[in-house]
T-cell receptor
Framework: AQSVAQPEDQVNVAEGNPLTVKCTYS??????LFWYVQYPNRGLQFLLK??????LVKGSYGFEAEFNKSQTSFHLKKPSALVSDSALYFC???????????????FGTGTKLQVIP | GAGVSQTPSNKVTEKGKYVELRCDPI?????LYWYRQSLGQGPEFLIY????????DSGLPNDRFFAVRPEGSVSTLKIQRTERGDSAVYLC????????????FGSGTRLTVV
């Protein structure tokens, strides 16, 4: 069975500082990995995904994520945090299919990011 | 449509009643997913449609839950004999095909069973 762990319920960072939101995963075979963001009273929005290739993936709003196969991690990063980045962030995983796609995606429990002005 | 539309946005029902939740995916998206998000939790997979057929319904918690997508577009999630534990936000998502890109989620239906 596939699973995702987000060890931090909340991350606080000062505006302008770099941020990291941690994620580790467990899946059979190669992973298809995602990050989503959820703003208050709004739906989940896709940020970025990793399938294969370069371990550093760039996504929306200046976010990037680093895939580390040996540590089974996919941490979300941003070089300089904005107050508007404050939201709930979800990491998600699915087994990578032979077709290059995915099916059932499993989400973590989420990490609340608070950027302090 | 421009995005994934879910109706109603809020639904309050009495314990034991039947409810239907509707999802209208992005036009042309063949894959459609239902998730349930309880307070303080991540989305929990319920069911996945590829076209008209349910490709994976392993997440449906019990036989009170059922979903259809008769024409391969709009989907309806049906819950019979609702229980207070069914209270959650029900999220629908669609994607262009199996495993293409990320999901586009709707804003969800907040179901409250009283």
């Amino acid at each position: 069975a596939q699973s995702v762990a987000q060890p931090e319920d909340q991350v606080n960072v000062a505006e302008g500082n770099p941020l990291t939101v941690k994620c580790t995963y467990s899946v059979s075979g190669n992973p298809y990995l995602f990050w989503y963001v959820q703003y208050p009273n709004r739906g989940l929005q896709f940020l970025l995904k990793y399938i294969t290739g370069d371990n550093l993936v760039k996504g929306s709003y200046g976010f990037e994520a680093e895939f580390n196969k040996s540590q089974t991690s996919f941490h979300l990063k941003k070089p300089s945090a904005l107050v508007s980045d404050s939201a709930l962030y979800f990491c998600a995983v699915s087994p990578l299919l032979n077709s290059g796609g995915y099916q059932k995606v499993t989400f973590g429990t989420g990490t609340k990011l608070q950027v302090i002005p | 449509g421009a995005g994934v539309s879910q109706t109603p946005s809020n639904k309050v029902t009495e314990k034991g009643k039947y409810v239907e939740l509707r999802c209208d995916p992005i036009s042309g998206h063949t894959a459609l997913y239902w998730y349930r998000q309880s307070l303080g939790q991540g989305p929990e997979f319920l069911i996945y449609f590829q076209g008209t057929g349910a490709a994976d319904d392993s997440g449906l918690p019990n036989d009170r839950f059922f979903a259809v997508r008769p024409e391969g577009s709009v989907s309806t999630l049906k819950i019979q004999r609702t229980e207070r534990g069914d209270s959650a936000v029900y999220l629908c998502a669609s994607s262009p095909g199996q495993g293409m890109g990320g999901y586009t989620f709707g804003s969800g239906t907040r179901l409250t069973v009283v």
